[in-house]
């Protein structure tokens, strides 16, 4: 984060301080609280001390407020780095998007100046740098607009479900609250006989509704604290956390007292108001048609919302379901993801690399192994762009050049992961960096530059002046979300296109999760670096459906 974020936030340290707004000239970290709990024991002497990060000391000056878990909605952070205390090596380029923008407004200002502004800054941008920032706007949102944005569909989903159950719910003990009125209308008629005021016993009911609805409320809240327990065993592993917290406990107070009322209140008053002279003969009340009128309203208001919430329900399922069935266009192999980010100069991170796919292609249980920037559906902000020109193509529009996704792929990679090629071929031995400069672009990218054509062969031109050749054709694959649209893609070359920072695709004959100690025992016999970052892709999919997994 920016050496600013907790004073542009308003936060403050639970125990010692945060960042300065001046750059931090040694390497120092805020952590959370639950982390500083959950990792250190609450420690009350965590300040000061020093923590390994990445095999780089960093001192612990602070330690963020209980409540204060960042700005994501869908992750708590466990600590926090300035920038400028950042790996010295981490270079930040134009192209990349790796970071939100977070402002408060000066006091008078309102958001409609403050997108104006932005969008001026925005335009100025595109037109002093065309190539990263042509066609790029910036959007200022609120912090209630981000929170709601960041929840997305299936926020709006689980809050409608929520909302049918509840009415659901409250209808069918209006209904039972009816027809008990109607099974005392005797000795409530007795009751009004006998000098009870008519508001008095409406009061009388009322605080019977209330104290209904709370004892169900209780309930409810006992059933959910200990079905949140349940919930990291069901849901896909993340850092999301389920707590009953002050606000849950005020929605189910205020909630609670509405219904109880708003549905109490027309019971009571039916009840309230029986024909003394029938009722107290033991015949039918007056109004008897008018009150299971009411009643059967109520019936057929919980069948109409049972059927949407039943249709709603199964088709949240067959989303899911096609989700899981979703052609990602790569194979669904027993893959490990290990991320790699050795602290070597350029050449020996290139041996390293060399070595180390050689010793994990020894291992008994691997079937296979490659190299990628970054694997399809990896956490991230979305990916590199490149600007790409294709010389000759004549755009509908002014474009000129494009900017498009790429990443680093090495030899084997494709076979690795199951992408199919579908023209030309793969990478190999001959792409490095004496020879022809190289690519290998996507289906979508083909069709849409080249319909009906065969692009392999045909140059592109990326950033100012860089031309590449086709060499082959793959299969379109999912890049971020599993239910995106198909994009221009690029993958360049390892040998041409070096990266430290790398991610290894190891394909196993069983159990991937079990290869994760072999390799990482031969990755620390090559080379000091941090303990590398593990996932299967397997669990890359699973997250990558979550949304659709949570509503479902």
């Not at 793969?426 to 979508?444: G, K, M, Q, W, Y």
């Amino acid at each position: 984060v920016s050496d600013n974020y907790f004073t542009v936030l308003g936060v403050e340290a639970a125990r010692g301080r945060v960042f300065h707004e001046q750059p931090q000239a040694e390497p120092v970290l805020v952590i959370s609280y639950g982390l500083w709990r959950r990792r250190f024991g609450g420690d009350p002497a965590i300040v000061g001390k020093t923590v390994e990060l990445n095999s780089r000391p960093f001192d612990v000056i602070g330690v963020a407020p209980r409540e204060f878990r960042g700005i994501e909605l869908w992750t708590n952070m466990d600590l926090w780095i300035p920038i400028s205390a950042f790996n010295p090596r981490a270079e930040f380029e134009r192209r990349d998007q790796t970071f939100t923008v977070v402002g408060r407004l000066r006091p008078g200002v309102r958001l409609g100046q403050a997108r104006a502004e932005v969008s001026s800054i925005a335009g100025s941008l595109a037109a002093a740098y065309p190539k990263t920032n042509k066609g790029r706007d910036a959007r200022v949102l609120s912090a209630l607009q981000y929170q709601l944005s960041q929840g997305g569909t299936e926020a709006l989903i689980l809050a409608s479900i929520v909302v049918m159950l509840l009415l659901i719910a409250c209808a069918n003990v209006a209904n039972l609250l009816l027809a008990r009125g109607e099974a005392r209308h005797r000795e409530l008629a007795v009751r009004l006989a006998l000098g009870c005021s008519r508001p008095r016993l409406v009061r009388q009911l009322l605080t019977e509704s209330f104290l209904l609805a709370f004892l169900g409320a209780a309930a409810a809240l006992v059933l959910a604290a200990w079905l949140i327990r349940l919930l990291p065993a069901i849901l896909p592993a993340g850092h999301q956390q389920f707590r009953l917290d002050h606000r849950v406990l005020a929605f189910a107070v205020i909630s609670t007292a509405l219904t109880g009322l708003l549905f109490g209140l027309a019971p009571a008053l039916r009840a309230s108001r029986p024909g003394l002279v029938p009722a107290l003969r033991s015949e039918a009340p007056r109004g008897r048609l008018r009150v299971f009128g009411l009643r059967d309203g109520l019936v057929v208001a919980q069948m109409a919302l049972s059927l949407v919430l039943l249709a709603s329900a199964t088709l949240l399922v067959r989303s899911f379901l096609h989700c899981l069935r979703l052609d990602l266009g790569f194979a669904r192999k027993n893959i490990l993801i290990v991320r790699l980010d050795p602290e070597l100069p350029e050449a020996q991170a290139r041996v390293f690399y060399q070595q180390l796919l050689e010793r994990v292609r020894a291992l008994p249980s691997v079937r296979q192994a490659g190299l990628v920037r970054r694997a399809p559906l990896w956490p991230s902000e979305g990916g590199l762009t490149t600007a790409v020109t294709i010389p000759g193509y004549q755009s509908p529009g002014s474009e000129t050049s494009f900017a498009f996704k790429f990443t680093t792929a090495g030899d084997n990679y494709f076979r690795t992961i199951g992408i199919p090629l579908l023209r030309g071929r793969e990478f190999d031995d001959r792409d490095n960096a004496a020879s022809l400069p190289v690519v290998i672009i996507n289906e979508t990218m083909a069709r849409r530059f080249w319909p009906n054509e065969d692009p392999t062969g045909r140059i592109i031109i990326l950033g100012k002046n860089e031309p590449r050749q086709i060499v082959g054709v793959v299969k379109d694959t999912k890049i971020n979300r599993i239910l995106e649209a198909p994009e221009p893609y690029l993958y360049l070359p390892f040998g041409q296109d070096f990266s430290y920072t790398m991610s290894l695709l190891v394909e196993a004959s069983g159990d991937p999760l079990a290869l994760a100690s072999p390799i990482k025992s031969e990755i620390a016999a090559l080379a000091k670096m941090p303990v590398p970052e593990t996932a299967t892709l397997k669990s890359l999919v699973r997250s990558s459906t979550s949304g659709q997994e949570r509503v479902a």
